[in-house]
């Protein structure tokens, strides 16, 4: 094996070769199969490399370190500077919050729900990606809410009495919260703490009805 | 492509959540990513260290949410934070050691091939037993793909040592995809 060429072929295989140079190994492939049976091996550990699958630590890992996310602690807020006042350098507007944050919650379930509405998908209009913007996100919201507790309320004679007042006095805080919330952000639409309040509030709400049609799904 | 915006929509608010002090909302970015930091962190480090150095990694995001600008997806963010804190903690580790590359060829690292009793390797494996600058070089261009500029500059050398690592380290894990 001649090494001169040997060691280029990583280069070679890479694309970072001169034309020069890469003329000239070319044409000593052409009469050393030793060197392309090295340069398809390369080729082959290159490919190797790109499939290799992520795993997961063998033991969960989130009990240490939330351990460690202080309490009273800010993220963002660096040990030696804490007296600085925490400054959020990410922002989102008012429905970028609120859509992303309902997305999350509709992602993570609904199968339930789908169940227990088998028409639901031939039913909910899917935007397409063009024309997905904020303003879309809120109605979509608004839409899979009305048909999460439309799917409730024809469910809920599948769960005890004592279940569907606990639900429904829980429904009534969160909409109560939602509404404050909003009316509140109607002063103050820019206010972070507000947006963030009533991102999560949704959020809640749809996934306290999720659940629960899951469990009626289960009944 | 919807499910793709769904989901970056989502993260972005984890994001912010998590930016508020929302130790949920970090918890999910945590399981969405930690196969991949852990991954990464497992190859280019000793396995024994992998779980320590990626609760580090994602104690140190936390710390470090307000420097994240959404510039780039938070995934590539997170991976060059996981990335800094494992060439951070390998050089302060060899430091205290005393021993950080006390040899340059990466196939003396693999020399056994030869004796090993089982007939073939799991690639991981070989990539475990490269040296630690081969194996550096290695997981960063060709698993995760960066080029050898940006990683000369993280591991302080010239592209050319990088180069001439990563075609080392080539090398020797292809005798062992060979067996």
Redesign the interface.
Known sequence: MNDQWTDRLSEYLDGELETAQREALEAHLDACAECRATLEALRGVVAHAKTLEDRPPRVDLWQGINARLTPGWQPGVSRDTTVRRFARRVSFSVPQLLAASIALVLLSGGGAWLALKPDAVAETPQPTPATFTAVSWTSRTDQAVAELQEALTRNESRLDTATVRVVRQNLAVIDRAIAEARSALEADPANTYLNLHLANTMRRKVELLRRVNAIAARS | ???E???A???????????????TA???L??TH???V??LVR?MLDADE??DV??DV??RA?????????ESAFGTWLHRLAVNVVLGRRKSVGVERGRFVTHEDPLDGVSGRGETPELSMD??EALARLPEKARQV?VLH??EGYR?EEIARMLGVVPGTS?SQ??HA??A??RH??R
């Open positions: 492509m919807l499910e915006t769904l989901t929509d989502a993260e972005a608010a984890d994001v912010a959540l998590a930016g508020s002090g929302d130790a970090f918890e999910r945590y399981r930690v196969a991949r852990h991954s190859r992998a779980d990626t609760q994602f104690i936390w710390q470090k949410l307000s420097t994240f600008r959404g690639f991981e290695f060709d698993v050898h180069k990563l075609h080539r090398m894990l292809r995809l060979d």
